[in-house]
Structure formats: C-alpha cells, structure tokens
C-alpha cells in the first residue's frame, strides 16, 4: 500500500462547476501539506500549502486537513479551462521530503 | 527572475551507458532536491542537499545513482549503467532553506530520461 493515496481521475467538469479532489494518507507522522498543479511537460508548482489540521482559503481554492481521518481535500470553486492540469496532493514530516500522490487529471470543459 | 533550470530537456540512451542530468537552483537557494516522475505517478523523492552535502540520500535506488553539489550551487545527478526502468522524468527543485519551518520547493521543468 502505498503511503499517498490519490485516486488518478481523469476527471471532467464544465466550466464554472466546483471540482473537488482529495488524498489519503497512511503515515501519522505528516504534518506539512500541500496541493501543486503540473501542466504537461511542466514541473509541479505549488498552490496550496496546510501545516496541520484546518482549512486553508486562496481565492478560489480551498485546502482542507483532517488528520484523525488522514484525509485531505482541496476544492476549486468556479471552474476554468485554464484550470485543466494534473493535481498532485504532497505532504511531510519534516518539511524536506515530500511524498506525493499519483495527481488528479482535471479537465475543465469551456 | 530565472526559475530552475535543468538540462538536457530531453536524453535519450542506451542499456548500460552512463548519463548525467544537471540542475540550475534559483540563486540564493541553499537547499536542493532531485525527484524521479515515472508516467502516470507523482513525483518521489531521490536526495536533498542543504548547500554542497547530501543531508538525505535515503531516496536513492541503488549504488548506480549518485549525486553532486560541489559548490553548493550547481548540481549534476549522475546513473551508471542504465537500465531501461531507469526511464522517467527527473525533476530538481530547490528552496530558500531546509529545517524547520516549510520553505516551498521551486520545481523546474524537468529532465525526460529514456534508456532504449
């Protein structure tokens, strides 16, 4: 089993619809959390970044933690096609190493 | 200002040749990191360095990878004897600084390694 786990989609939404994606994880020990988008043929860059338990709000993005439930979520509200990229949850215990999922192909549709 | 950068953008070889694989941090970032991204999964963890020493190499497969900092700057990920699992996409990253507070690591584009 692997420590991250990301269930791979491909999802598909139209345009202005909320997407919600979501992680779970089996190592108690994280604490740092965080979503990154990657477009294709691109390195991840970070969107959202939770220490913690809690929820965390950016325009139109939301990160959420749940750690007694290793569970994390992250929503976007408003959906747009330049929304369309590969999701990658990602998370820590000491803040160098990251451990990722497998992302989420999102696909918003005009 | 400049991102990272890797080069070569693309490498093709062949079974059991060697390859080095070079990354350009953001200026200024002590801490470095090498990733692999094999097709269809996230990003995992090869090798941190916190300026030229590897603080955590424990990402590593086997003895054929190793990695270098020398300066404290510039770094070059090297593979012997290529095998053709070795095929992914090696991406560096870099931050301000490691330890104890999070520092987000600035991701290049990537290095697409394929063994023939």
């Known amino acids: 089993q692997k420590e991250v786990e990301q269930d791979p989609g491909p999802l598909s939404v139209p345009e202005g619809a909320i997407v919600s994606l979501n992680c779970t994880y089996s190592?108690?020990?994280?604490?740092?959390f965080m979503w990154y988008r990657q477009y294709s043929r691109k390195g991840p860059e970070l969107l959202m970044y939770?220490?913690?338990?809690g929820n965390k709000e950016d325009g139109r993005f939301t990160a959420q933690v749940d750690k007694s439930s290793k569970y994390i979520s992250l929503f976007i509200r408003d959906s747009q096609p330049s929304d369309s990229a590969t999701y990658l949850c990602?998370?820590?215990?000491?803040?160098?190493?990251?451990?990722f999922g497998a992302g989420t192909t999102v696909t918003v549709r005009a | 200002g400049a991102g990272v950068s890797q080069t070569p953008s693309n490498k093709v070889t062949e079974k059991g040749k060697y390859v080095e694989l070079r990354c350009d941090p953001i200026?200024?970032?002590?801490?470095l990191y090498w990733y692999r991204q094999s097709l269809g999964q996230g990003p995992e963890f090869l090798i941190y360095?916190?300026?030229?020493?590897?603080?955590?190499d424990s990402g590593l497969p086997n003895d054929r990878f190793f990695a270098v900092r020398p300066e404290g700057s510039v770094s070059t990920l090297k593979i012997q004897r290529t095998e053709r699992g070795d095929s992914a996409v090696y991406l560096c990253?870099?931050?301000?600084?490691?330890?104890?507070?999070?520092?987000?690591?600035?991701f290049g584009p990537g290095t697409r390694l394929t063994v023939l």
């Open positions: 990253a870099s931050s301000s600084a490691g330890g104890i507070e999070y520092n987000e690591q600035f």
């Open positions: 190592n108690s020990a994280f604490q740092y």
């Open positions: 939770t220490y913690s338990s």
């Open positions: 990602a998370m820590s215990s000491n803040d160098y190493k990251l451990s």
């Open positions: 200026s200024g970032h002590t801490a």
């Open positions: 360095f916190q300026g030229t020493g590897a603080a955590d």
